[in-house]
T-cell receptor, first 111, second 115 residues
Framework: KNEVEQSPQNLTAQEGEFITINCSYSVGISALHWLQQHPGGGIVSLFMLSSGKKKHGRLIATINIQEKHSSLHITASHPRDSAVYICAVARQGGGADGLTFGKGTHLIIQP | DGGITQSPKYLFRKEGQNVTLSCEQNLNHDAMYWYRQDPGQGLRLIYYSQIVNDFQKGDIAEGYSVSREKKESFPLTVTSAQKNPTAFYLC??????????????FGSGTRLTVV
């Protein structure tokens, strides 16, 4: 079983819809990251969370440490939000060997 | 602007040849990482380095080698011993303070194809 599980694997929605992507993990963590990967391949860091909730523009990320679960929400979705969204965790103790990644959620927003 | 530069973006290699992927950062980050991405799989760690002249194997180090002679540079060599080298390779870096990783930054990746 993977240490980081994301759902759904694929999501197609209409422009304007509210989007939720879920991430569950099975290890103790010091932080959780949400990343965005566009078709060209480069990855951009969206959020780093260790508790609570963060908001940046139309993106909102939440984490529940007790339930080992995080969600990424996109409000008023737009075709330019189409990308792969990746959840990654830094293991407790600093995770000196970097992050452990989920397989990603492939999001397509249709006009 | 600070960031990570990976080169080249696309690379073709003949079977049996070694090839080196470049990764340079000007963020003054302590730690650097190499990941491999295959379709339908999460990123997997190949090697990482926390300080100059030191590096550690990740989950899939076989067939790869690295060096960290300078803080800014962490090149990855894909050797002929790597059985399935065709993949997308990503370099990343981060700060490490009090055992927490900060400022995780990724390069734009190199797509390697063995022909």
């Amino acid at each position: 079983k993977n240490e980081v599980e994301q759902s759904p694997q694929n999501l197609t929605a209409q422009e304007g819809e509210f989007i939720t992507i879920n991430c569950s993990y099975s290890v103790g963590i010091s932080a959780l990251h949400w990343l965005q990967q566009h078709p060209g391949g480069g990855i951009v860091s969206l959020f780093m969370l260790s508790s609570g909730k963060k908001k940046h523009g139309r993106l909102i990320a939440t984490i529940n440490i007790q339930e080992k679960h995080s969600s990424l929400h996109i409000t008023a979705s737009h075709p330019r939000d189409s990308a792969v969204y990746i959840c990654a965790v830094a293991r407790q103790g600093g995770g000196a060997d970097g992050l452990t990644f989920g397989k990603g959620t492939h999001l397509i927003i249709q006009p | 602007d600070g960031g990570i530069t990976q080169s080249p973006k696309y690379l073709f290699r003949k079977e049996g040849q070694n090839v080196t992927l470049s990764c340079e950062q000007n963020l003054n980050h302590d730690a650097m990482y190499w990941y491999r991405q295959d379709p339908g799989q999460g990123l997997r760690l190949i090697y990482y380095s926390q300080i100059v002249n030191d590096f550690q194997k990740g989950d899939i180090a076989e067939g790869y080698s690295v060096s960290r002679e300078k803080k800014e540079s962490f090149p990855l060599t894909v050797t002929s011993a790597q059985k399935n080298p065709t993949a997308f390779y990503l370099c990343a870096s981060s700060l490490k303070r009090r055992n927490i990783l900060y400022g995780y930054t990724f390069g734009s990746g190199t797509r390697l194809t063995v022909v």
